[in-house]
C-alpha cells in the first residue's frame, strides 16, 4: 500500500504561482513513477505531468507544458508541482497518483494509489 498526501494548494490571481507537495508513505519503492492530475467540476480527471522514479524523466500535457515543472525529492519520498504563470482555466482539484508499472502514463487507469486531492483557484 501507498499512502498520498497532497498540500500546497489555494487561491492565487491569474499570473501568480503555486507548488503543490505530495507526501508518499508505504510501499513507495514499487511506484515505477508518479504523476499529478487534475479535474474541474464536470469534467473528466486529466493529466498534468508525470516523472519517473528512477532517472528523472519527465512528461507534461500539452497545456501546461513550459509552465508547469514536475520534480521529486527521493530521500524524502515527496513529489512536487511547480505552477507558474497560472491561469483561471488550470482551476481544479489536483491530485497526485502513484502505483504506475506501466501502459499509457497519462491515463488515469495506470495508477494504483491516489491521494485525497488538493483544491487550486486560480482567479482572473
Known amino acids: 500500500q501507498v499512502q498520498l498526501v497532497e498540500s500546497g494548494g489555494g487561491l492565487v490571481q491569474a499570473g501568480g504561482s503555486l507548488r503543490l507537495s505530495c507526501a508518499a508513505s508505504g510501499r513507495t519503492f514499487s511506484s515505477y513513477a508518479m504523476g499529478w492530475f487534475r479535474q474541474a467540476p464536470g469534467k473528466e480527471r486529466e493529466f498534468v505531468a508525470a516523472?519517473?522514479?528512477?532517472?528523472?524523466?519527465?512528461y507534461y500535457a500539452g497545456s501546461v507544458k513550459g509552465r508547469f515543472t514536475i520534480s521529486r525529492d527521493n530521500a524524502k519520498n515527496t513529489l512536487y508541482l511547480q505552477m507558474n504563470s497560472l491561469k483561471p482555466e488550470d482551476t481544479a482539484v489536483y491530485f497526485c497518483a502513484a502505483g504506475y508499472s506501466g501502459g499509457d502514463y497519462y491515463l488515469p487507469r495506470e495508477y494504483d494509489y491516489w491521494g485525497q486531492g488538493t483544491q487550486v483557484t486560480v482567479s482572473s
Open positions: 516523472i519517473r522514479w528512477i532517472g528523472g524523466s519527465t
